[in-house]
């Protein structure tokens, strides 16, 4: 019995052993950004594996220098906003689509949602052109309509928000029903309440790519007032290219925001990843 | 509209009796969503007319410095002293220049990357202009069509000038042409190089081929010097 309880905590031990290896390369890089960041030029490009550490002081100015060379408060406005929108624009299209494909029954349903399908096979570099062509007659290149756009509807949350309609007992609605519901009041106060799981994964997605979201912000935004953080770090490369802690002192600030944003929603983006089983 | 009118007077009849607190908290909670995308749309609306009134669409020159050392971009003092130079009128359109643009079409992978995907989406819009690059890069990416053939049509007569600068590259597409063409327009002698510093072993400027402003390209040769 003794041994039992002894092999089990050995395994325990071993167990936690791994995981924390793990975490700890997960972290270098991000240890390795900041670290970098607080480093002189000279010191960045050392290839001396012992000046992990800053040796020449912690040089926090260079958070000074990148924060006044770049508008920040501009780029985070534009990112938060850009991913409030995407998020409440693929919410709405997608639950609203996921209901009428999941519990509705009309002409050509299956046809339809085949081509919802299709969307998510081809690769999105597809769309960027004819998505561009139509921003820019628009005349919304650098808006935030032109931002947004790509992001307004998700075949993806269409498939995701379809499965969790589907999965919900016929009964409720058909009790909803007798009780006098139209179809609105039935989507609105029954249904989509109880999908809630499903669309805080959808919109947990919709955040997280949105932030990553390079090409599109690159192409539709063409000046400073209106281009993200991921646009922004790009066009930084250009002016700060072989300074590398400033860089990583700009990469720093940008990544700041989905930190917070993670350190809230953490219980949520771990149920999002469960529900969906998609990875970010 | 018969069933709406019926169904105004209803509420209006029900709401008769409330006070004005009530009447406020009875549409809030059984209107909220009708208000919430009326709200929308009036927001929407707005936005939309804002934008068709006040948003400049057009371009007079859109460039792109790829791997640029530099900083090329907005506000830089090439794009300043082109706009002087040019004398266009920014009211009416844009001049864009663009720096964060980096690939090395040389290299096995070295265009996967969202910059490169970005470019050709630019040049395939028709949006860009003209873009300068290091000399092996540019061949290889002239080499797929994306530049203009500088001795065909209208651009022969209007490059004519620069002839002695030419770039030359054999296109992909043999039934185009199963010589080499010209698709640059060397600027490694240029300010670009001597006092921007963009590029340190030269650059070579390609008309976009898609180009919807072909004469803005030649008023920037004439800036760097080039007429």
């Known amino acids: ?108 349903k299956n046809a339809l949602f085949s081509l919802v399908l299709i969307q998510m096979m081809v690769p999105a570099q597809i769309f960027i052109i004819p998505q561009y ?88 935004c063409t000046n400073a007032q209106t281009t993200t953080l991921s646009a922004g770090l790009a066009k930084m490369q250009g002016q700060y290219g072989s300074e590398y802690p400033t860089m990583m002192a700009a990469a720093t600030l940008a990544v700041l925001p989905m930190v917070i944003i993670y350190v809230i929603f953490q219980k949520q983006f771990v149920e999002g990843i469960a529900t969906s089983g998609g990875k970010l | 509209m018969e069933r709406l009118r019926l169904l105004l007077l209803s509420e209006r009849e029900k709401l008769k009796g409330y006070s004005t607190g009530k009447k406020l908290s009875y549409i809030a909670e059984y209107y909220w969503l009708h208000l919430l995308l009326v709200m929308g749309m009036l927001f929407f609306t707005v ?77 395939e819009a028709g949006a860009l202009d003209a873009a300068v690059m290091e000399k092996d890069n540019f061949i290889k990416v002239a080499e797929s069509g994306r530049f203009q053939d500088l001795s065909a049509g209208e651009a022969a007569e209007r490059f004519a000038f620069c002839r002695d600068r030419f770039v030359y590259c054999l296109p992909y597409d043999e039934t185009y042409s199963e010589t080499e063409i010209p698709v640059g327009i060397d600027l490694s002698d240029t300010a670009l190089v001597t006092e921007y510093g963009l590029y340190e072993d030269g650059c070579v400027l390609g008309v976009s081929a898609y180009s919807r402003h072909p004469e803005a390209v030649v008023l920037f040769l004439s800036y760097l010097g080039i007429d």
């Not at chain 1, 808006?143 to 999965?167: N, Q, R």
């Open chain 1, 133 to 220: 062509l139509m921003v820019s007659s628009m005349g919304m290149l650098n808006s935030m309509f032109g931002l947004v756009f790509p992001g307004m509807v998700t075949a993806f949350g269409t498939y995701l928000l379809k499965t969790g309609y589907e999965g919900l007992p016929k009964d409720l609605e058909e009790a909803a029903m007798i009780d006098g519901c139209n179809i609105g009041q039935r989507f609105t106060r029954i249904m989509m309440p109880l999908t809630r799981s499903s669309m805080v994964s959808l919109g947990i997605f919709t955040a997280v790519f949105a932030f990553k979201d390079l090409m599109w912000p690159m192409i539709v």
């Open chain 1, 1 to 108: 019995m003794e041994s039992y309880e002894a092999k089990q905590r050995l395994n325990k031990a071993l167990t936690h052993v791994v995981l924390i290896i793990m975490s700890f390369i997960m972290l270098v890089p991000f240890a390795w950004m900041i670290l970098t960041a607080l480093k002189t030029n000279q010191e960045s490009i050392s290839v001396n594996p012992f000046y992990i550490l800053p040796h020449n002081g912690w040089h926090w100015e260079n958070f000074g220098t990148v924060w006044l060379s770049y508008n920040f408060i501009t780029l985070y406005k534009n990112t938060l906003l850009m991913i409030f929108w995407r998020v409440v624009c693929a919410c709405l299209t997608a639950t609203m689509a996921g209901y009428a494909f999941g519990r509705l029954k009309f002409p050509g």
């Open chain 2, 47 to 123: 936005y939309f007319v804002y934008h068709a009134f006040f948003t400049i669409r057009e371009n007079w020159f859109y460039i792109t410095f790829v791997n640029s050392m530099q900083d090329a971009g907005e506000g830089s003092a090439l794009q300043q002293g082109y706009i002087d130079y040019s004398g266009y009128d920014l009211s009416q359109k844009n001049v864009l220049f663009n720096s964060a643009c980096y690939f090395d079409a040389t290299r096995q992978g070295g265009t996967n990357n969202a910059y490169y995907q970005s470019f050709i989406a630019t040049i």
